[in-house]
């Protein structure tokens, strides 16, 4: 025999366990999975959200291509960020993360 049909088996024959059993791990598993995966990254999106609701003309930002620069306008859905002396580009808003280190504080950015 195979071991998959061997495996088969064994998860077929009757456990001696409650019926609710299976029905409580799956629902462990869920929150499990909601606590550990789901919450965070809806918390990091809204943290992202309030960031660039919040931005202000001379802040240190980092577009989604990895480009260091400060916010020099903003518009309705697009940023201009200079990147060097008298270099300008415009950047789409949903594309722009906080800088690393703020810049108008000496601890990094969570």
Known sequence: MTLLTILLQDAAAPQGGSPY?????????????????????SKRQKEIRKFREALTEGQKVITAGGIHGKVKAIKDATVVVEIADNVRITVDKASIYASPVDANAATPVK
């Open 21 to 41: 059993s299976s029905i409580i791990m799956m629902v462990a598993l869920v929150a499990i999975f909601y606590f550990f995966m789901i919450r965070p990254q």
